[in-house]
């Protein structure tokens, strides 16, 4: 890749939703632009950036006392409505910031409060085009912290010049909003560099793992419930491993293998995992599974893609439109105990010929799957659409 755009581009993530799809995709944006700017919020003390190249700057522009506060009194909720206060002094501060640095645009990975930000909006619409990348369609999964998180936040997909999503559901989605189908495009989420250097399979135990932030969609409870449904002979084989940092209460979940009477399956690691743990985590699985009641796109699912494992997973969003084609695993009814029950069944019944099927699939996958540098110069020919179009001058 050459750099030839003389651009000056900020992607904003405000929060850090999304932290390593940024991270790679404003590497791979530097590769092409001249300046790329990542604004978030402080990184917390168990976060870092995914690799140490990091080719574009880092402005942490967002929430700095309330993390600070955040993290010194975990369990007080009411610092929440602190946090909106002070988005809306940090967004205006942002938007004075803006009009000094003179962007060529601004890419926007997620909106927090959509109602509240419109007035912000329609202002820096005044200054260069802006983009968004829709992530998922239920804003927060459909869980948000308060209502204002989500109230009519249609309205404010106006202000934007262009929209990137990840699947079909998502873009049929905001045709229905009423936002112009010539100015929505599908992106692929490319899978994030994993290497297994020294794996060893678990004799003993066939491992099947749920990772990732720990959260009431992601169907954890479904996965407990089709575990208590094996056969006795097959409990004695497996183990299902749940890795991540909770961001909901899972006493009731723990309370649901007890009653279920399945402790002695299920394997709880409960925290933030670096980068080095969780690649050794992936390794040593020998099933994804993703039992989600709802998603479009999921970091998670890209996560695994290169590993070449078995996955099972809701048949919805980007599960239902990348394994479908391309039989890399097995698809399931979302929420349905059962069905999850059957497809791990099937898996250990045909472990090993499932396995070496999957994997000539995930090859021709893999071989067509796009690359970070590849949608970077996809989304930076519509950036230079939309500069042009606009007449906009900006960076000097």
């Not at 999964?141 to 559901?169: A, M, S």
Request: glycine share 4%; net charge positive; aromatic share 14%.
């Amino acid at each position: 890749m050459k750099k030839n755009l003389k651009y000056k581009v900020i992607v904003a993530d405000f929060s850090l939703f999304s932290l390593p799809y940024d991270h790679y995709l404003c590497n791979s944006l530097s590769k092409l632009i001249d300046e790329v700017i990542l604004i978030g919020r402080p990184l917390r003390k168990e976060e870092n950036f995914p690799s140490s190249l990091k080719l574009y700057s880092f402005k942490p522009f967002f929430y700095k006392k309330y993390e600070k506060l955040s993290q010194k009194y975990k369990s007080l909720k009411c610092f929440i409505y602190y946090k909106g206060i002070e988005h809306l002094w940090n967004f205006k501060t942002f938007s004075k910031w803006v009009k000094r640095t003179n962007p060529h645009l601004i890419h926007f990975q997620w909106f927090v409060l959509p109602m509240v930000d419109i007035p912000f909006f329609y202002y820096l619409k005044k200054l260069c085009p802006l983009v968004l990348t829709l992530h998922n369609r239920n804003i927060f999964h459909g869980t948000p912290t308060h209502p204002l998180q989500t109230t009519n936040w249609q309205r404010i997909l106006k202000y934007f010049d262009w929209i990137f999503v990840h699947t079909e559901e998502s873009a049929d989605e905001i045709r229905r909003f009423g936002y112009p189908p010539d100015r929505i495009t599908k992106i692929q989420h490319p899978p994030f560099p994993i290497y297994c250097v020294s794996y060893k399979e678990r004799k003993s135990k066939i491992t099947f793992l749920i990772f990732g932030k720990i959260k009431p969609y992601k169907g954890i409870d479904v996965a407990i419930k089709a575990f208590s449904l094996l056969p006795q002979f097959v409990k004695e084989k497996v183990i299902l491993k749940i890795a991540g940092k909770p961001y909901m209460d899972i006493g009731g979940l723990k309370k649901l293998t007890k009653e279920l009477k399945i402790e002695n399956l299920i394997e709880w690691d409960l925290r933030f995992i670096p980068d080095e743990e969780l690649n050794k985590i992936l390794c040593e699985a020998d099933c994804f599974i993703f039992p989600y009641k709802e998603i479009d796109a999921s970091g998670a699912f890209a996560n695994v893609l290169s590993l070449e494992k078995p996955i099972i997973a809701s048949n919805i969003g980007v599960f239902k439109e990348i394994m479908e084609k391309h039989k890399i695993g097995f698809l399931i009814e979302p929420d349905n105990p059962v069905a999850l029950k059957d497809a791990i069944l099937s898996f250990i019944e045909h472990r090993e010929k499932i396995t070496k099927n999957i994997k000539q699939n995930f090859k021709k996958l893999n071989k067509n799957t796009k690359s970070w540098d590849d949608i970077a110069e996809e989304i930076s020919k519509i950036y230079t659409k939309l500069i042009k179009l606009k007449k906009f001058e900006g960076y000097k």
